[in-house]
């Protein structure tokens, strides 16, 4: 486990040391991604600030839900980026995979540490911001539990959304090429649940809340923390199921890559 730890940490610190090489470059990119979060939130702002609320949620309640998604799906774009299907399948279609096969370093360790963008550091900024906005606005009554439960929150988005790369590269093992369907989960699924579920038809509620367990990852926890009932009568632990739901998402995903790493057939280029 230290060997690991200390393999990751050089792959990490290599790409970590070649993408500050130019800093100037590298500035403009973490700005630019700022200002992409920010003129998308700030947009939404506007508009809902006319309307007064969505769904029966504030400004300041909404912008809790986006900025918790941002910090967490940055995060998770970064430290799983190796795994996202159109970079993943170009190896695998370019036959280096095969290469990284021949390592004695385990393959999952090299891919975890194959594409670490740095410049995502700017949307997790912009993310902190957001969510420092919805504090000012909607304030919270903390307790213990709330301040202790929140990283756990983060931590189970991270690891559904990283489940689900883990799954996109994974088939790309039989399809070469990315599927969009697993775009739909990771990107579409992240913006879904950046707004209350109570705007949504019942029948896509229902299935980002019994069939993929998104609603369970950011909505129920922010209800808790926001002190809101809950307008569909789940029960309470509802709201407490999040690091259980992305856990579980996370295994599962990593019993599937074993799976297709013993099926794996190289494309022989």
């Given at each position: ?5 200390s393999t990751y940490r050089r792959l990490i610190g290599a790409q970590?040391?070649?993408q500050l090489q130019y800093r100037v470059s590298f500035a403009l ?120 439960y929140l990283p756990l929150v983060a931590l189970g988005m991270i ?111």
């Amino acid at each position: 486990m230290r060997h690991a730890w200390s393999t990751y940490r050089r792959l990490i610190g290599a790409q970590v040391r070649s993408q500050l090489q130019y800093r100037v470059s590298f500035a403009l990119d973490v700005l630019s991604t700022m200002m992409f979060t920010a003129t998308e939130f700030g947009a939404f702002a506007l508009v809902l600030n006319r309307f007064g609320s969505v769904g029966g949620w504030s400004l300041g309640e909404v912008a809790f839900l986006y900025g918790l998604v941002e910090i967490s799906f940055a995060s998770m774009d970064m430290l799983f980026g190796g795994f996202d299907a159109p970079s993943f399948g170009q190896q695998i279609r370019k036959g280096t995979l095969d290469q990284l096969l021949l390592r004695p370093v385990s393959l999952t360790l090299q891919v975890f540490g194959s594409d670490f963008a740095l410049r995502r550091l700017g949307r997790v900024a912009s993310g902190v911001v957001v969510f420092g906005f919805a504090l000012a606005l909607s304030p919270i009554d903390w307790t213990l539990f709330k301040v202790l439960y929140l990283p756990l929150v983060a931590l189970g988005m991270i690891l559904f959304f990283g489940g689900v790369f883990v799954i996109g590269g994974t088939l790309t093992f039989w399809t070469v090429e990315g599927t969009e369907a697993v775009n739909v989960l990771t990107y579409g699924g992240s913006n879904l649940i950046v707004y209350p579920m109570s705007i949504y038809e019942e029948w896509l509620r229902r299935l980002f809340t019994f069939v993929i367990p998104a609603a369970f990852l950011n909505y129920y926890p922010a209800l808790y923390f926001l002190d809101k009932p809950d307008p569909f009568g789940l029960p309470e632990f509802a709201s407490f199921v999040a690091p259980l739901a992305g856990g579980l998402v996370f295994l599962a995903a990593l019993l599937f890559w074993r799976f297709g790493l013993k099926h794996y057939q190289s494309t022989g280029t």
